[in-house]
């Protein structure tokens, strides 16, 4: 019988597998690794056979991470990276070629609009970013060399979801692949592959490591595609995960359905206090009642995650409120213990070009995102009370 989500998030690793029982699995810090003989050595190389060869190509903790990963998410193999944008970059290059293009949904990541751009400017693979709320304006916006659809669910950091399953119906009809960053919800709370997504890619930085203490990347999906992805963009343009990562983000797996749970009763909470503030003028929250895609929201996916973005009416009047939080950080990153606030248009995508940052993205200079952490809800409430009093 296949085993629950929370108990596969803990029993990723059969501890009688391992030389002396050890729980938790033996890290590895080793940069290469001895063959036993010059036949072996040859054979790992040409891929004959199994065996560790040199940590930039595979490291048996990562090996662990990227299969507990895999298997969180459904899919047949995980490969690890040094960041996020290590993963994006390596699944994107591998996938395309001058000529292409990549279409993409209305909001991403500041780093990953730049990647793209630099994508463009440099090796002319083409992008465009598309409102992706009518699955008929994806269809419509699919040209004969889109060879990707990249969409990120809910967007960072407007929040706005994406169909998943009429996307996928969209892009495979055109013989494209769906790539999915999950960064925001984990896969305690969606999972891209199931609807139809080739390959799912996260930010293992926020909620899987979720502890605030490491950079690293995952992507996941067919074992022949990130095979081909290991051993050319990850082999030799060298994002590599380090074995120490692996290692924390393998502990922080056991609490990702508990923290997960939490995020989201506190980010509920949150919101309706922000949703009902005098001062507050918008706030985006899936788990909000008048989400407006909420009938989405509760289809894809488990529980609304714990990111808010709200806007307050004047620049000055958000700059006052991060300024003035105690409890709350004033830092980029989300999807750790700590509650994090920040300004997008001048520190996350302060790289997009202001005019497709406010009129294509949908982002405001007054936005603020937050990042719920796991303190007591009343706490982060009292200190966004205080901060807001500030106005
Ligand atoms: C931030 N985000 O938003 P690395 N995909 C998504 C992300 O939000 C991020 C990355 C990829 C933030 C970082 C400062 C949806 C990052 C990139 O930072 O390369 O692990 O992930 O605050």
């Not at 269809?139 to 998943?164: F, G």
């Not at 095979?227 to 050319?232: A, K, Y």
């Not at 990111?307 to 709350?328: D, H, M, P, Q, Y």
């Not at 952490?373 to 500030?390: K, N, P, R, S, V």
Request: glycine share 8%; net charge negative; charged share 20%.
């Amino acid at each position: 019988m296949e085993r629950e989500f929370d108990t596969r998030s803990i029993h990723w690793m059969e501890p009688k597998r391992e030389v002396h029982g050890s729980l938790t699995p033996p890290l590895y810090l080793s940069s290469t690794f001895v063959f036993p003989t010059a036949e072996a050595g040859e054979a790992r190389f040409a891929g004959l056979e199994d065996g560790m060869i040199y940590s930039r190509l595979g490291n048996p903790t990562v090996a662990v991470l990227e299969q507990a990963v895999a298997d969180l998410e459904q899919g047949e193999a995980g490969l690890a990276f040094g960041s996020g944008m290590g993963a994006i970059s390596a699944v994107l290059i591998a996938m395309v070629e001058s000529g292409d293009h990549i279409l993409c949904s209305e909001g991403l990541y500041g780093c990953t609009y730049g990647l793209l751009a630099m994508l463009k400017q440099k090796f002319k693979v083409d992008f465009s970013l598309i409102d992706m709320s009518d699955p008929a304006k994806v269809a419509a916006a699919m040209r004969p060399e889109t060879k990707v659809v990249y969409v990120e669910t809910p967007i960072n950091p407007t929040l706005k979801l994406v169909d998943l399953k009429a996307v996928s119906e969209i892009a495979h009809a055109h013989g494209a692949q769906l790539v999915v960053d999950n960064t925001f919800l984990s896969p305690a709370l969606q999972q891209p592959l199931l609807l139809g997504a080739d390959v799912v890619v996260h930010s293992a930085t926020k909620y899987l490591g979720g502890h605030g203490d490491l950079i690293a990347g995952v992507a996941v999906g067919r074992k022949a595609f990130l095979d081909e992805v290991r051993m050319s963009t990850l082999k030799d343009i060298g994002a590599v995960m380090a074995p120490m990562e692996a290692w924390l983000i393998l502990r922080g797996l056991k609490t990702l359905p508990v923290r997960m749970e939490r995020h989201c009763a506190n980010a509920m909470k949150v919101a309706e206090y922000l949703a009902g503030h005098e001062k507050v003028t918008r706030v985006d929250y899936p788990g909000l009642a008048d989400f407006p895609q909420k009938e989405l929201a509760e289809r894809q996916m488990r529980g609304p995650g714990g990111v808010i973005s709200f806007e307050v009416a004047t620049l000055e009047a958000g700059r006052k409120v991060l300024n003035s939080v105690r409890l709350a950080q004033l830092a980029v990153s989300l999807g750790e213990a700590t509650t994090l606030i920040q300004h997008p248009a001048s520190m996350t995508h302060s790289v997009v070009p202001p005019e497709v940052r406010r009129e294509e993205m949908g982002i405001s200079d007054g936005l603020i995102r937050i990042s719920v952490g796991l303190e007591a809800a009343q706490d982060i409430i009292a200190d966004l009370e205080q901060a807001l009093a500030e106005i």
